[in-house]
């Protein structure tokens, strides 16, 4: 098998039962694994919801760990709305032509970075590095604050496997504290000072609340950012022809990015906590028990998508759910697209080649699955066109 | 050359022609309040929803079964409602009015 593949383990238990499950910290979670299950419990907030404990809705479970809730992705309907509304605009304006070009100037010296050195190990040296850098252009403040973000080295939320690290987690909440009175000291045009000058469905937000919504921002696009960028840079390792193919014909370069957001899901899955007694294709859940929507199991669901296990880059239709579905879908899905466009284009543009020298997977263990999802480290050589 | 003609939330009246692509990429191009295309097309977002007016349906035919099922979820959808990324500019929409449907 190839060393970018990434299997599909749902695949028995969705044909068979459509569901899976897991112990996380001995409060279990029943895996809801088809794509049209999966849309119909996201859709079903009133059901299956958000606003539940801080941290619970995450598998692995965070409420060991936090106390902040994350905004909007940990608010129910109606609240979350205004949330939503506020945040929206600011997380669309990667579709602004002065933040793409700032963007592709920051991609395109990540890639001569790779270009230059002997050897990159991408998951520390590449897509950390770029994601950082990128962050600071969704935040709006200086560029050089990445190397903070950088510094602390890919695991800052949680160590390494499933064990959550309470410590680790420590050193961004108390980072964003401070920035959080850094900005209310001197209030500037970057996300925390618009956040903390913010009314939200009627009244001002409080710290903890723009602490809740830094907090998702840092985390929710930093794994997942990762995971997409190394994994990209892997497959176009083995498919060099792949590469050729988006250089030739540009047009297919969107098509692209979506079919490889859809074979990685960046994010395996997300949990929500059932409100009532309920069932899920004829399973039962129980009220004050979990869910998982799997992302990663609905985006191979055979009954929608035609060879589900290839990489098809021009596959037209992909209704895929990488990015979520309904109401929580991903606040920042606009930025990590427009990371994968610049960055797919780059590559097309100045590497000819790219070979993997070495890797370790990054496999996540889920009850009676094993799911790769990326790499802990993928060491390639880039040659220059 | 097709004549399409999109009416906003706000009842904004913009009509626009086209002879290629799909009628999403028309309206983001002309910039349509409420028809974002986040996905480029593929069918994943539902950002591109519109209500195709009742006498114009013969115009862009019916939703594809995969079409059928993401609007299924979407709380604003009735029977006219398509993602006007998976209709195709053509000579046969001329005429065609198209409603966003926003997210309401
Ligand atoms: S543009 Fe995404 S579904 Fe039409």
Redesign the interface.
């Given at each position: 098998m190839k060393k970018s593949a990434l299997p599909d383990p749902f695949e028995q238990a969705r044909l068979e039962k459509g569901v899976g499950h897991m112990d996380d910290q001995n409060d279990p979670v029943t895996m809801v694994l088809g794509l049209k299950d999966v849309r119909k419990c996201a859709h079903k907030w009133q059901t299956f919801q958000s606003g539940a404990k801080p941290g619970r809705i995450v598998v692995p479970s965070e409420v060991a760990i936090r106390e902040t809730r994350q905004i909007p992705f940990e608010v129910d309907p109606p609240e979350h709305k205004g949330f939503r509304d506020l945040l929206d605009p600011w997380f669309k304006r990667p579709l602004e032509p002065e933040y793409q070009d700032k963007l592709a100037t920051i991609i395109h010296a990540v890639v001569e970075e790779a270009l230059n050195a002997d050897e990159v190990e991408v998951v520390e040296e590449f897509s950390l590095r770029l994601q950082s850098r990128a962050l600071t252009l969704l935040l709006n403040i200086p560029y050089e604050e990445a190397q903070t973000w950088i510094s602390w080295g890919t695991h800052v939320f949680r160590s390494e496997g499933e064990s959550l690290d309470g410590d680790k987690a420590a050193i961004l909440y108390d980072y964003i504290d401070a920035q959080i009175d850094k900005a209310a000291e001197n209030p500037g045009d970057d996300l925390y000072s618009v956040l903390l000058n913010s009314e939200v469905n009627g009244k001002k937000l409080s710290k903890e609340e723009v602490k809740g919504v830094m907090i998702l921002t840092f985390a929710g696009g930093r794994d997942t950012v990762i995971n997409a960028v190394t994994n990209s840079v892997a497959y176009f390792a083995e498919h060099p022809e792949s590469l050729q193919r988006i250089h030739d014909e540009p047009e297919i370069v969107n098509t692209a990015v979506e079919e490889l957001i859809r074979y990685f899901a960046p994010l395996t899955h997300m949990g929500r906590v059932a409100t009532e007694d309920t069932a899920v294709c004829e399973h039962a859940v129980k009220a004050d028990t979990r869910i998982s929507l799997c992302w990663a199991s609905a985006n191979r669901d055979e009954k929608t998508f035609p060879n589900p296990n290839e990489v098809v880059l021009d596959r037209k239709v992909n209704p895929h759910v990488s990015f979520g579905f309904g109401t929580h879908n991903c606040l920042g899905a606009t930025h990590a697209r427009q990371i994968m466009h610049t960055l797919v284009k780059t590559l097309a543009e100045k590497v000819k080649s790219i070979e993997i020298v070495d890797h370790q997977d990054n496999v996540e263990v889920l009850g009676e699955f094993n799911r790769k999802v990326g790499f802990h480290a993928l060491n390639v050589k880039f040659t220059a066109k | 050359m097709a004549k399409i003609t999109f009416i906003t939330i706000e009842n904004e009246e913009i009509t626009v022609e086209g002879d290629s692509g799909n009628v999403m990429e028309l309206a983001v191009a002309n910039n349509v309040a409420g028809i974002?295309g986040?996905?480029?097309?593929?069918?994943?977002?539902a950002t591109c929803h519109v209500h195709v007016d009742p006498a114009h349906v013969a115009k862009t035919g019916e939703a594809?079964e995969?079409e059928q099922?993401?609007l299924e979820?979407d709380d604003n959808a009735n029977e006219y409602s398509r993602l006007c990324c998976?209709i195709q500019v053509s000579e046969q929409l001329d005429g065609v009015i198209l409603r966003v449907a926003g997210d309401e």
């Amino acid at each position: 098998m190839k060393k970018s593949a990434l299997p599909d383990p749902f695949e028995q238990a969705r044909l068979e039962k459509g569901v899976g499950h897991m112990d996380d910290q001995n409060d279990p979670v029943t895996m809801v694994l088809g794509l049209k299950d999966v849309r119909k419990c996201a859709h079903k907030w009133q059901t299956f919801q958000s606003g539940a404990k801080p941290g619970r809705i995450v598998v692995p479970s965070e409420v060991a760990i936090r106390e902040t809730r994350q905004i909007p992705f940990e608010v129910d309907p109606p609240e979350h709305k205004g949330f939503r509304d506020l945040l929206d605009p600011w997380f669309k304006r990667p579709l602004e032509p002065e933040y793409q070009d700032k963007l592709a100037t920051i991609i395109h010296a990540v890639v001569e970075e790779a270009l230059n050195a002997d050897e990159v190990e991408v998951v520390e040296e590449f897509s950390l590095r770029l994601q950082s850098r990128a962050l600071t252009l969704l935040l709006n403040i200086p560029y050089e604050e990445a190397q903070t973000w950088i510094s602390w080295g890919t695991h800052v939320f949680r160590s390494e496997g499933e064990s959550l690290d309470g410590d680790k987690a420590a050193i961004l909440y108390d980072y964003i504290d401070a920035q959080i009175d850094k900005a209310a000291e001197n209030p500037g045009d970057d996300l925390y000072s618009v956040l903390l000058n913010s009314e939200v469905n009627g009244k001002k937000l409080s710290k903890e609340e723009v602490k809740g919504v830094m907090i998702l921002t840092f985390a929710g696009g930093r794994d997942t950012v990762i995971n997409a960028v190394t994994n990209s840079v892997a497959y176009f390792a083995e498919h060099p022809e792949s590469l050729q193919r988006i250089h030739d014909e540009p047009e297919i370069v969107n098509t692209a990015v979506e079919e490889l957001i859809r074979y990685f899901a960046p994010l395996t899955h997300m949990g929500r906590v059932a409100t009532e007694d309920t069932a899920v294709c004829e399973h039962a859940v129980k009220a004050d028990t979990r869910i998982s929507l799997c992302w990663a199991s609905a985006n191979r669901d055979e009954k929608t998508f035609p060879n589900p296990n290839e990489v098809v880059l021009d596959r037209k239709v992909n209704p895929h759910v990488s990015f979520g579905f309904g109401t929580h879908n991903c606040l920042g899905a606009t930025h990590a697209r427009q990371i994968m466009h610049t960055l797919v284009k780059t590559l097309a543009e100045k590497v000819k080649s790219i070979e993997i020298v070495d890797h370790q997977d990054n496999v996540e263990v889920l009850g009676e699955f094993n799911r790769k999802v990326g790499f802990h480290a993928l060491n390639v050589k880039f040659t220059a066109k | 050359m097709a004549k399409i003609t999109f009416i906003t939330i706000e009842n904004e009246e913009i009509t626009v022609e086209g002879d290629s692509g799909n009628v999403m990429e028309l309206a983001v191009a002309n910039n349509v309040a409420g028809i974002d295309g986040d996905c480029g097309g593929v069918c994943s977002c539902a950002t591109c929803h519109v209500h195709v007016d009742p006498a114009h349906v013969a115009k862009t035919g019916e939703a594809s079964e995969i079409e059928q099922d993401m609007l299924e979820l979407d709380d604003n959808a009735n029977e006219y409602s398509r993602l006007c990324c998976q209709i195709q500019v053509s000579e046969q929409l001329d005429g065609v009015i198209l409603r966003v449907a926003g997210d309401e």
